[in-house]
C-alpha cells in the first residue's frame, strides 16, 4: 500500500531548472531501488535517473551532467534537481519505488524501462519552452 506523491513540476523556458520532488507514505526509502521516469506523449517511458539502497546512482544519457538524483531516507523523500533544461525534456514525470529486491537489475548501473518498479506516483508535467 505505499503512496508516493511527485511534486514541483512547472513550466520553463530552455535553460531553466526545476527540482522535483516525491514524497512516499507506508514505504522505506532505505529499502530498494528508487527511480524518475517520464514519458511524453506519442513516446515510450524513459528511464531517467535511479538510486539504490547503497547510494549508487544511474543516469539516462540524455540527461548526464544536467539532472542530479538524491534521496532522503529519514525523510522518505526522492529528488530530481533538472538544470539546462531542454525542449525535449519536456515530458509526465513520475517517480517509482521498488517493492521486492531484483537480482538481476542493478538500479545504481541502469535506470531501467520501469518495469523493475511496483510502485507509482501520479506524475508531475514538466514543460520546457524555446
Known amino acids: 500500500q505505499a503512496q508516493l506523491v511527485e511534486s514541483g513540476g512547472g513550466s520553463v523556458q530552455a535553460g531553466g531548472s526545476l527540482r522535483l520532488s516525491c514524497a512516499a507514505s507506508?514505504?522505506?526509502?532505505?529499502?530498494?531501488?528508487l527511480g524518475w521516469f517520464r514519458q511524453a506523449p506519442g513516446k515510450e517511458r524513459e528511464g531517467v535517473a535511479a538510486?539504490?539502497?547503497?547510494?549508487?546512482?544511474s543516469y539516462a544519457d540524455s540527461v548526464k551532467g544536467r539532472f542530479t538524483i538524491s534521496k532522503d531516507n529519514a525523510k522518505n523523500t526522492l529528488y530530481l534537481q533538472m538544470n539546462s533544461l531542454k525542449p525535449e525534456d519536456t515530458a509526465m514525470y513520475y517517480c517509482a519505488a521498488q517493492g521486492k529486491a531484483n537480482p538481476y537489475y542493478d538500479c545504481g548501473y541502469s535506470p531501467g524501462t520501469g518495469s523493475e518498479y511496483d510502485y507509482w506516483g501520479q506524475g508531475t508535467q514538466v514543460t520546457v519552452s524555446s
Open positions: 507506508a514505504y522505506t526509502y532505505g529499502s530498494y531501488c
Open positions: 538510486v539504490d539502497k547503497y547510494g549508487g546512482i
